[in-house]
């Protein structure tokens, strides 16, 4: 290798890093626009679908994800039902019957969902039959 070609190198290194920077900086951007897309797809479907009594949520009064669930369905205005397994012995119960595992725990129309997803929650209620209102 000649010197002129070994002073080139560090340059081509540098093109090379920055053009995988601003691939994976694209990459995160269409991946940041298209969650927030679905995200809102899910928050509509969901306040269209949702009716009274069909979503109850297990939560835990320490549960971080819990406030934001609550936080992010209120803000949609999805009607849900909400009880507190770490204050209500007979919601710990229905929350251990159903498996417990976690919170936030979900029964929509009968089916569980753990966790908070509102696409996994439109789902559900698209599954159970809901009828757009």
């Not at 053009?19 to 994976?24: D, N, Q, R």
């Not at 969650?35 to 679908?49: D, P, S, T, V, Y």
Request: hydrophobic letters at 45%; a positive charge; glycine letters at 12%.
């Amino acid at each position: 290798m000649t010197s002129a070609e070994a002073s080139a190198r560090p340059g081509k290194r540098w093109r090379e890093w920055l053009a995988l920077a601003l691939a994976a900086g694209v990459g995160w951007g269409a991946s940041q626009f298209w969650g927030a897309r679905q995200a809102e797809q899910a928050r509509a479907e969901l306040a269209a679908r949702a009716r009274p009594g069909e979503i109850l949520m297990f939560s835990a009064t320490w549960c971080g994800v819990c406030k934001q669930a609550h936080r992010w369905l209120q803000e949609a205005g999805v009607p849900y039902l909400a009880c507190e397994v770490d204050v209500d012995p007979q919601c710990r119960e229905r929350w251990q019957a159903l498996g417990g595992g976690g919170t936030p725990l979900f029964l929509v129309k009968g089916q569980t969902v753990l966790g908070f997803r509102p696409e996994r929650l439109a789902e559900a209620l698209k599954d159970a039959g809901a009828a757009p209102r």
